[in-house]
T-cell receptor, first 115, second 113 residues
Framework: GDSVTQMEGPVTLSEEACLTI???????????LFWYVQYPGEGLQLLLK?????DKGSNKGFEATYRKETTSFHLEKGSVQVSDSAVYFC??????????????FGKGTMLLVSP | ETGVTQSPTHLIKTRGQQVTLRCSSQ?????VSWYQQALGQGPQFIFQ???????GRGNFPPRFSGLQFPNYSSELNVNALELDDSALYLC????????????FGNGTRLTVT
């Protein structure tokens, strides 16, 4: 079945440092890939997405490129801010035979940014 | 536009009891999905409702059931609560049941004692 593996946290960085959170996936078909962010006490917010190989998703300075050859979708940001502290989830979505789609999530990576 | 709202925000129940969680979908969205997020884990898909019918289900027992109403709001019902049901329950709505983006509510924190 489908699965998503992402690096364990917490990832602790100083403000303005570079960020990379690794994510790899296993899927039977051609999934869409997503990064969601969860701030304390809140639900999930879509951060970025990519729907096919070599697509790059980007938002709020974050980027991730859909790499089919390495089945990866690593999240990167050049300069993190304290406000980026949150839990980040990598996820994939595939359309099932009956026409519905589900998200399969990784376990999440907590990012802590200090001033 | 109004986002996804869930109620209640927190709930404490005793093992063996039954619980109902509620979700109002985002305006214009006809599909609702429910996810269970255990502490320190990623969300797990429970089921999806489209046009008032369940059209997809994850690996959850039948004591997890749901409803979708004509206004596309939804309920998640859990019977015979177990301690392992303690989790954050997330509702997400989308414009269509395919690969359209999911919009999540803030969740209901259920604690079973």
């Amino acid at each position: 079945g489908d699965s998503v593996t992402q690096m364990e946290g917490p990832v602790t960085l100083s403000e303005e440092a570079c960020l990379t959170i690794n994510c790899t996936y296993t899927a039977t078909g051609y999934p869409s890939l997503f990064w969601y962010v969860q701030y304390p006490g809140e639900g999930l917010q879509l951060l970025l997405k990519a729907t096919k190989a070599d697509d790059k998703g980007s938002n709020k300075g974050f980027e991730a490129t859909y790499r089919k050859e390495t089945t990866s979708f690593h999240l990167e940001k050049g300069s993190v801010q304290v406000s980026d502290s949150a839990v980040y989830f990598c996820a994939l979505s595939e359309i099932r035979e009956s026409g519905y789609s589900t998200l399969t999530f990784g376990k999440g990576t907590m990012l802590l940014v200090s001033p | 536009e109004t986002g996804v709202t869930q109620s209640p925000t927190h709930l404490i129940k005793t093992r063996g009891q039954q619980v109902t969680l509620r979700c109002s979908s985002q305006s214009g969205h006809n599909t609702v999905s429910w996810y269970q997020q255990a502490l320190g884990q990623g969300p797990q898909f429970i089921f999806q409702y489209y046009r008032e019918e369940e059209n997809g289900r994850g690996n959850f027992p039948p004591r997890f059931s749901g409803l979708q109403f004509p206004n596309y709001s939804s309920e998640l019902n859990v019977n015979a609560l177990e301690l392992d049901d303690s989790a954050l329950y997330l509702c997400a709505s989308s414009f269509y049941r395919g690969n359209s983006p999911l919009h999540f509510g803030n969740g209901t924190r259920l604690t079973v004692t």
